[in-house]
C-alpha cells in the first residue's frame, strides 16, 4: 500500500442491510427509551443522515422491533 492509498474500513462496502443493522445497534439503547414516534424520529434521521431510503413502513416495524428486543445494555 502506498501513502497515497486510502484505507478502508469496511464501511463502504457494507450492503444496505448491513448498514441500517449497524445503524439500529448504535440506537438500540436510546430508541427503547423513548415513544414509539420519537423512536421513528430519530432512526428516519440517521438513516437520512447515511444516505439509506427506507419507507415508512419499514422504518415503523424496525422501530418497533428495537423497542421490544433486548437493549445491548441489559
Known amino acids: 500500500m502506498t ?6 474500513d469496511g464501511s463502504m462496502e457494507a450492503g444496505r442491510g ?3 443493522a449497524g445503524i439500529v445497534e448504535q440506537l438500540r ?13 430519530a432512526l428516519r ?3 437520512d443522515d ?3 431510503v427506507v419507507s415508512d413502513a ?3 416495524r424496525i422501530a418497533a422491533d428495537v423497542q421490544s428486543g433486548p437493549s445491548a445494555v441489559d
Request: proline share 6%; hydrophobic share 40%.
Open 18 to 20: 448491513e448498514k441500517i
Open 45 to 47: 434521521q440517521r438513516l
Open 3 to 8: 501513502q497515497d492509498e486510502p484505507i478502508m
Open 58 to 60: 419499514e422504518i415503523s
Open 29 to 41: 439503547a436510546d430508541m427503547q427509551l423513548l415513544p414509539l414516534e420519537d423512536s421513528e424520529r
Open 50 to 52: 447515511a444516505g439509506i
